[in-house]
Structure formats: C-alpha cells, structure tokens
C-alpha cells in the first residue's frame, strides 16, 4: 500500500484502474476531465489494459456505458453538473436495463448563470433514476468508494449502476494523502463479475425487454428495481465490513463523527463535512456535546439508521448544498420524511442551505448554525430556513449590480463597443 | 496548522508551485492539502493556489480566508479586486511580493503593518518570470523554516519528473537560489489558531429581501457584454501595431482576434487594450510582421514616463 499525494479525480481513476475497468466511454467536462485524461494516459502507456471511446455527449456516453455494461464486462464513466443533466433520459432508461455500471460524478453547481464551482443540485437531479447514490468527503473515500461501488451495483441482489459523488474544485483538483490499495488485494475485493444472464454479444442479435408495457407489468419491474435499490442498505453494510476488515477504513452508509452522547447533529452530505467535523472538535472544546451524520449512501436512503442514530437527540440542523426551487434543501425533507411519526425522533429539525456554487461555509457559520438550533430546542420553536448569506456577500452583490447598470447603460445608449 | 497562498496568472506556474511546497511538506511527514483555484482559466487571468499543512489529518477545506503567508508572483495583481490578493491579511500574515519595488514602499502603499519581503530582484527579469514557480516556492519553503533543502530538491524533482532534467535543473537552481536568499527570514511564518467556538465573530447573516426579477435576473441585455470587465489586465504582453508597416488588408488581424478585440476603421486596424488579453494571435497571423510583442510592463512603464513628461 502506498500513500501518495493525489487529487479527487486521480482517486477516481484510480479506483477505476484497481477495480478492472474494461471499457471506459468518455466525454470531457470541467472538473471531472482530469479524470478520463488520467484514464487515457495510462491505457496509452499500457498501464491499463482497457477501451476508451471517447464519445459525441453524455447521452450517447451513457448509451454506450450502459450498452456495454449489458454485454457483460466492467465499465467506467465520468461526468459533471450539465453533462450529467445531458444524459439525464439515459440515467432513467438505462437503470432498467438492470445492468450495472459506475459513474463517477464530480458536483458542479447548474447553469443559469454559470458556475464551475460545487454543489449538489446535479446529482440530486439523478435521485430518482435507479442509480444508487456513494458520496464522498475526502479523497480516500473517492478511490475507496469506487471499489465498493462496482461490488455493490454488481451484486445479484442489487444489479443496478451507481454514482460515486465528490465536490469539484474542494475534492477533484484537492490533493490529499491518499492509500493507494495494492493491486492484488483491491482485485481480489472487487472479485470476477458474474453477469449472469446479461449477455449482448457481437453477431448474435437479441432484444432487450419489451417495447410497451401496461401499467401492471410496469409497476411490477419499477417496484422491483425499487426493491433492489433497497437492497443496497445490506449490501453496502456487508461490503463496508468486509473493506474494513481487509483495508482497515471504515467507510459505514452513515458517517456518525461524535454522535453517541451528542444532544445537537449536524446532517451534511459531501466535502464539506470535514468542515463539520472541524467544528464539533471546536465545539466539544467549550463543553457543547455536538456531533456528525454524513451519509455516504445516499440512493438507498439509510433512513432506519438515521432513525436509529438521531433517537432521543435534541435538535437536528440538516445543512443543504443543494435548494429545490419553491421547497428547499432535498436532505432536510428526506429526513424529515424518515423521521415523521417516529416516537424517538428529535423534536427540532432546522434547515439550513449554504455552499451553494462554491460558496464556503465558514467554522464560525458551522458555530452559529448549532447556537441557532440549541435557541430552537430550548425555546421548543423551529425557525424557517435559513438561505446563508451575510451582509457583505450583498454589498459585493449590489458592486456587481451596479457595474451591469453601467455597462448597460453605456452599451445601449451609446451603441458603439468601444470603452474610452 | 500552515496556510499558505500564492497567487499569479494563469501560466505562471502557481498550481505547481503549490504542489512543490505541498509535497515538501509531504516529504517532512505533514498531513498536506493543495489545491489551484482556476478562475477564469485563462492565460494571463488571475488564479491563486493553496496549501494546508499539519501535524494531524486536515478537516479544514476549501479557501484560505486566514493565510499565514501570501506569496504573490505578479505584483501587478495586488490592486485587482477579483485577484484577492489581501483577502484574510492581517498583522501575523507575510505577504512575499516579486516587484521591482522595496518592501518599505508597499508596506506604505498598501498601509500594513504586516511582514513584507521582496523576491531577489532578478526574479523580475523577463527570462526569468518562467521560472517565478519555482523560485516562489524555494523561497516560501525557507521562510516556513520548517522545509529542509534536500526535501524542497526531492518535491522539485518529483513534481517536475516528466518535464526531464534539464527543466528541473533550471527550476532547483531557480528554487534553491531564492530558499537560500531568504536565510535573514528562515522560520518567519507564525500560524494562527482557528476559530474558538466560545469566542467568535458571528456571521453577519441577513434576510435576503426579494427582488423582481427586472433586478434579479442574470441578465444584461445589450448587444455585447462584459465591456466594464477590463479583461485587458490579464495581457502579460501587449500587441503593438506598427502602422509603417501595415500594408492595410484590413481583415487578418481583427478576424483572427479571438476577442473581437481588433476593429478596423478606415481600414486602419485598432486595438481595443481594455479587452485584449495578449493571445499574441495577431502578432503571429499578421502577413508583413507589423504587430509587435511588447512586454506589457515595459509599455505601461513608457505610458508613465510619457504621461509625466507631457
């Protein structure tokens, strides 16, 4: 095992080349290129021995990974924010075919306007496709989380693709110190897939599944794939037990950093956890029992543990890198969901959206967010959500305002292009 | 915990100066965090990098908002608001500059009352700014004090392995040159302890008040946009017509400008420097040679002298 620097996309490629990527359909897109250059560049120095197409877009991309993932052999793909939203109606079809895959996803906030930077809007747009869902938070996790995810998605009581997520820019262009596994161990993890009966082959057509369906066989394979992604709560678990027996990381579907005597969590998805975990050490420094949940898996939705580890908590902020117009932070209401009616379940759960594009979540953010919901439990009141912005990000706004005025201005009163 | 920021434009070698110090740290056995912020991902457009280094595994992420040490290899960014040169400078922060100038008229310009050290004056010289990497990374790794000369060579070598010996004999003579000239400065970079969760400055957070849509959409509907965004700062050379030797063709220069940046009246082609960025495109397409590259800083120097002689 060596430990080396490396960055979250050299940790995605990584985990492609340990885990015997066969086949890797390609397009590029900021942050995640680097990830399908490093892949090119070892194939082309015979350091991997695998296919790389690059394709026309993401939806062919998706196409081909899926098509190729139905013949049998192990396939890898990357994408980002508007690509991943590009092969959007493949992500949905191609979760029927039942034949897995993995795809790494590197967050990028969506156009419009236009960000290079992170957050989790993008993949939140895939929740419902029948791609389960591993997001990371450190570089480790990134190589980690690939291993595991071709073991779950290809498991026979799963069968279904998976996304593997890390944050642009604060994981995939990061350097961390980085385990890298030893070929030979991360091989024998990852096992021979069996493909059972997938089987595309050259030069023997066949078709897959049926034209039209009426709603009672329709609901009969959604169910089932629900049913298998379901599936996934196990697997996962057996999975994480059996990498942390053989690579000694715990990567558990939730990440619980403090928890057990904590009266005040926070609930994040993401890089930006770290920073969490950062400010329940500062917090348990002045004496206020905070903690952490993270999930790591995210499609299937570990909502029995999270019943489990916020029993008899007193209050809960759930921090959204992610707004549903009209709605708010998806994390917030899938908790809220899995927490309703439970007689266990905290009695203050806050929200909070932040980090959207980029936009950092300062430690002293993190402090005020746990002071905010300890004033909730002892006053037994939830305040609404609260969208992080402080006063001097809108000064900096109204600069930028007050620069488009003039531009406008100049540009249509004076017609000419030209700035004297 | 280190933190450190080097801030330069865009091909100026600053993500790999970063990675250098960051895997010198590495190489002393620190937990390390890099990472380059690209910005425009232009040549020529601000880009800052940075690195966290620790005796313990690093929860902290993203930008650095509290830098124990600014290196900045273009002194010409300081004053750009979108460079953030001086974000989270404060007393205990060195602030390392390549200038032509002394520390004593930034620290007057600037009004700080922090540390600040120039880079060896030959840093500034025109052959030598391909080298301003390295040579900010050698001299950030002595003043950190905590960077050995053996290391700093070994992280050169490593990072640079696939550019062969001869760059990275240019580049560790470059680096070891400036990690020895900075000896009067060795270990003059304090850390500072993050934020206290009994004690700290509570974020300003407000309401953000709703704003129709004729306010709040992204949106500037003219027939161009970005006029007022002087992208011309990011020229690092400057495109200089020679109209004696302008044969008048009056398309190759401005259809070749990827900017639109070249008008043509009276087919009299025109440089709009606002928005120039110094691709130099026009210097190599242009058929008689008539557009010359300027070092954009010897030019903005004659523009002085020109301006105070008038």
């Known amino acids: 095992m060596t430990r080396k620097l490396l960055t979250g996309n050299g940790a995605a490629a990584w985990g492609a080349r340990l885990a ?8 590029p897109i900021t942050p995640q290129t680097e990830i399908i250059e490093t892949l090119a560049d070892w194939i082309d120095k015979d350091e991997m021995d695998a296919r790389m197409v690059t394709m026309e877009s993401e939806h062919s991309m998706i196409t081909a990974a899926a098509a190729a993932a139905a013949s049998g052999i192990r396939v890898f793909s990357a994408t980002s924010s508007q690509g991943l939203l590009y092969g959007m109606e493949m992500l949905y079809t191609v979760s029927g075919w039942r034949a897995p895959f993995v795809l790494v996803n590197v967050s990028r906030g969506l156009s419009a306007p236009i960000t290079l930077e992170p957050d989790h809007n993008d993949v939140m747009a895939a929740r419902d496709s029948g791609f389960l869902q591993i997001h990371c938070s450190t570089c480790q996790e990134v190589i980690d989380s690939t291993l595991l995810a071709f073991r779950m998605g290809e498991d026979a009581r799963i069968r279904l693709p998976v996304i593997v997520n890390l944050d642009g820019f604060y994981l995939s262009f990061t350097r961390e110190p980085v385990e890298i596994p030893d070929a030979e161990a991360a091989r024998r993890f990852v096992g021979e897939y069996d493909p059972e009966n ?67 969590v926070f609930v994040m998805l993401g890089s930006f956890a770290t920073k969490a975990r950062a400010a329940v050490d500062e917090l348990r420094k002045t004496g206020q029992k905070a903690g952490l ?39 917030y209401a899938e908790l809220a969901g899995a927490l309703y009616g439970d007689p266990q379940a905290p009695p203050q759960l806050l929200s909070f959206i932040g980090g959207l594009g980029g936009r950092d979540i300062s430690l002293e953010e993190f402090f005020e967010i746990a002071a905010v919901t300890r004033t909730a439990v002892n006053e037994k009141r939830t305040p609404p959500p609260q969208l992080l912005y402080t006063e001097q990000e809108l000064r900096e706004m109204r600069k930028l305002q007050a620069v488009a005025r003039v531009e406008r201005d100049e540009l249509n009163n004076s017609g000419d292009m030209k700035h004297d | ?87 989270g400078i404060d007393q205990h922060t060195v602030l390392l500059i390549n200038t032509d100038e002394d520390a004593g008229t930034w620290k007057h310009r600037l009004n700080l009352d922090c540390e600040i050290l120039t880079l060896p004056a030959e840093a500034k010289e025109r052959d030598e700014l391909r080298f301003i990497g390295a040579t900010c990374c050698g001299a950030a790794a002595k003043l950190l004090g905590v960077i050995t000369r053996d290391k700093l060579q070994q992280a050169i070598t490593e990072e640079l ?59 500037i509907h003219a027939a161009a946009n970005s006029v007022e965004i002087r992208t011309g700062l990011w020229r690092t050379l400057r495109p200089v017509i020679d109209y004696d030797r302008c044969n008048r063709c009056w398309w190759v220069c401005s259809t070749f400008c990827p900017d639109g940046a070249i008008k043509v009246v009276d087919q009299t082609p025109e440089i709009d420097y606002d928005h120039c960025k110094g691709c130099m495109v026009c210097v190599a397409q242009c058929p008689p040679h008539a557009i010359e590259a300027v070092s954009e800083q010897q030019a903005q120097q004659q523009e002085l002298a020109q301006e105070t002689a008038s």
Request: aromatic residues 10%; contains cysteine.
């Open chain 1, 198 to 264: 997938i089987r595309f082959r050259a030069s023997s057509p066949v078709s897959q599944a049926v034209a039209v369906l009426g709603g009672s066989p329709y609901s009969y394979f959604r169910y089932e794939t629900h049913m298998a992604a379901q599936n996934g709560i196990t697997v996962y678990q057996e999975l994480a037990d059996e990498f942390a027996e053989q690579f000694g990381r715990k990567h558990f579907a939730v990440d619980a950093y403090r928890c057990d005597d904590a009266d005040i």
């Open chain 2, 1 to 87: 915990m280190y933190r450190i920021r080097f801030h330069g434009r865009g091909g100026q070698g600053m993500k790999t100066a970063s990675r250098i110090l960051g895997t010198a740290f590495f190489l002393e056995g620190y937990e390390v965090q890099d990472a380059p912020r690209y910005g425009a991902e232009r040549r020529g457009a601000p880009i800052f990098a940075y690195v966290r280094a620790n005796d313990q595994p690093i929860n902290e992420r993203g930008v650095i908002t509290q830098p124990d040490l600014i290196i900045v290899a273009d002194d010409s960014l300081v004053p750009v608001p979108a460079a953030g040169v001086m974000t």
């Open chain 1, 20 to 27: 015997g990527t066969d086949y890797i359909p390609a397009f």
């Open chain 2, 161 to 219: 392995a696939e550019l062969g010996n001869d760059v990275i004999e240019k580049n560790l003579a470059r680096a070891l040159h400036a990690y020895d000239s900075m000896q009067a400065h060795e270990g003059c970079v304090q850390t500072t302890p993050q934020a206290d969760a009994s004690d700290y400055n509570k974020p300003a957070w407000i309401d953000l008040p709703f704003e129709a849509a004729r306010i709040s959409a992204p949106d």
């Open chain 1, 293 to 331: 949940l993270r999930p790591r898996l995210f499609r299937p939705f570990p909502a029995e543990l999270f019943r489990k580890l916020l029993a008899g908590k007193s209050g809960i902020a759930v921090i959204d890198q992610n707004i549903s117009m009209g709605m708010g932070g998806v994390l």
